[in-house]
């Protein structure tokens, strides 16, 4: 149970000794209560908390949320989603000035500014509402599941109560979910289905145009000789399990983040496929040379706003820039880099064209080819969507790299 701590009227946030604020502090009558927070957007603990239950109104709770106070939610755990689901629609609500205004008004990277700042101000208001969970990862609300195994997999073991935004919550019980189902991945299913399990906190394939790409282009000339190929970035593994599947007998899939590297070697695993994949934690590139090596970066040359937005959002394309900067140095002779990206970030003003071709040419590459194909995501064909505009002209390209010719 969250113990309480000592009896007053403030509520406040404990700091730990080197500044970080890790508890929460909170009222219930004279007691004043405390446990660990829990955030894995790295959002710091609510300065102000209140407790409600079930007799608390939709409106009132946006308004609290709107003002900063969080609200801990003791009554009935359906009834908080409810309530969670009620204060989205009021901050999802459409706003007076039509889209198509907007449009005119602001230039693409004015409309990608603004709804990066929408969002980061929506998830702060639904990030509102909070659970106590007990350090088995149980919460003792009516109707509550049991929540304890997508917990462990998404934070492991915890050694003491904790209190973590409901929204949170559900996003972990979601990815559980994700990770029993599997996705289905079309391009690789041909006598039978092949989903890959995404783990929390690593990118889903959802968007599986970009293995079309690694299936469809034509293998480098070194492959017939030496037949290893590197996957930089290999998140959940399914590039690599993909040049498997061209007939690559062995790749080496790399990440750096230890919730990918697990999930890629269960993947890995599932498929009986240890022997010719191996997963290692790198920095980008494996020790060595290849004859492919393949990246597909974040797509984004913008700062995350949270851990989890890292597949996303490349901060001044530094993954970009490493893997081109290091390719030469790691292929073999008639050897080929595979570089994924959409060119969302072009029509969203955040880089040219001109600019990545400068980035290749500076890496000492040239661009032997290039496949593209068009996303059919659903966000493509949602009009009310803040950059629709930007999405319908999206293009996701394979590039085809090898070194300049001295």
């Known amino acids: 149970m969250i113990p309480s701590v000592k009896r007053g009227c403030m509520t406040t946030v404990q700091e730990d000794a080197i500044g970080h604020q890790e508890e929460i502090v909170w009222n219930e009558g004279e007691l004043v209560c405390q446990a660990h927070w829990r955030s894995e957007n790295g959002v710091l603990p609510p300065k102000r908390v209140i407790v409600a239950d079930d007799t608390l109104t939709a409106d009132t709770a946006y308004r609290y949320a709107c003002e900063g106070v969080a609200i801990l939610w003791k009554g009935d755990f359906q009834n908080a989603r409810q309530l969670l689901q009620a204060i989205t629609r009021r901050v999802d609500r459409p706003s007076k000035k039509s889209k198509k205004d907007v449009d005119k008004i602001l230039s693409p990277l004015d409309r990608f500014n603004q709804h990066r700042l929408k969002q980061s101000q929506r998830a702060r208001i639904l990030g509102s509402v909070l659970m106590a969970c007990n350090a088995d990862h149980s919460i003792a609300l009516r109707r509550a599941p049991d929540i304890s195994k997508a917990c462990i997999e998404a934070y492991g073991l915890a050694k003491d109560p904790y209190v973590v935004s409901l929204r949170e919550l559900l996003g972990v019980i979601g990815a559980h979910e994700w990770r029993k189902n599997g996705v289905l991945i079309p391009a690789l299913s041909n006598d039978i289905e092949l989903r890959i399990h995404p783990h929390y906190g690593v990118f889903s394939p959802v968007r599986g145009e970009y293995v079309q790409l690694v299936l469809k282009a034509p293998l480098p000339k070194a492959i017939q000789t030496n037949s290893l190929a590197f996957d930089i970035g290999t998140g959940t593994g399914v590039l690599a399990i993909a040049l498997i599947y061209r007939g690559i007998a062995q790749v080496v899939g790399a990440d750096q983040d230890q919730r990918a590297l697990s999930c890629a070697m269960e993947n890995i695993a599932r498929l009986g496929l240890e022997t010719q994949v191996q997963i290692i934690e790198a920095d980008l590139f494996p020790p060595g040379k290849a004859a492919l090596v393949v990246c597909n970066p974040p797509w984004i040359p913008a700062r995350p706003s949270s851990p989890l937005e890292r597949s996303v959002y490349d901060p001044e394309s530094l993954m970009l820039k490493g893997f081109l900067g290091g390719l030469v140095d790691h292929l073999l002779p ?57 999405r319908v002209a999206e293009t996701t390209s394979l590039w085809r790299l090898a070194p300049a010719i001295k």
């Open 334 to 390: 008639d050897g080929e880099g595979w570089l994924i990206l959409s060119d969302l970030a072009e029509h969203l003003g955040l880089r040219t064209r001109e600019e990545l071709l400068e980035m290749i040419h500076l890496a000492g590459l040239v661009v032997l080819g290039r496949l593209d194909v068009k996303p059919l995501h659903k966000k493509v064909f949602d009009g009310k969507d803040a950059l629709h505009s930007a």
